[in-house]
């Protein structure tokens, strides 16, 4: 399975971003669990939303009401709405994937990584 990020880049703190995830490699359609982590420097990586097959969604407390995780089963796709952006939103994201059908939103629970994509809120 392959994971490739788009849509990273910089904005002004209350801007908006819109990260994309493709996926490809995948047998099976829409059964998998998709998220998004992000890490900033000096610190550990942090779960930020996740997705199950079904739409159900998770997401960090630091991000509810701001960001919006959506999933296209059809074209193995996810994105990540990011909306009223704060400089502590600044970190590498990174697109992941599970093979299960359910999910949690811990980096161990997913299989596979994508390169990720820098946001930067200044």
């Known amino acids: 399975v392959q994971l490739v990020e788009s849509g990273g880049g910089t904005v002004k703190p209350g801007g908006s971003l819109r990260l994309s995830c493709q996926a490809s490699?995948?047998?099976?359609?829409?059964?998998?669990?998709m998220g998004w982590f992000r890490q900033a420097p000096g610190k550990e990586r942090e779960g930020v939303a996740s997705i199950d097959k079904n739409g159900k969604t998770d997401y960090a407390d630091s991000v509810k009401g701001r960001f919006t995780i959506s999933r296209d089963n059809t074209n193995h796709s996810v994105t990540l709405q990011m909306n009223g952006l704060k400089p502590e939103d600044t970190a590498m994201y990174y697109c992941?994937?599970?093979?299960?059908?359910?999910?949690?939103?811990?980096?161990?629970?997913?299989?596979?990584w994508g390169q990720g994509t820098q946001v930067t809120v200044s």
């Open positions: 992941a994937a599970s093979s299960l059908n359910y999910c949690v939103l811990e980096s161990s629970f997913f299989q596979w």
């Open positions: 490699g995948y047998s099976t359609s829409g059964s998998y669990c």
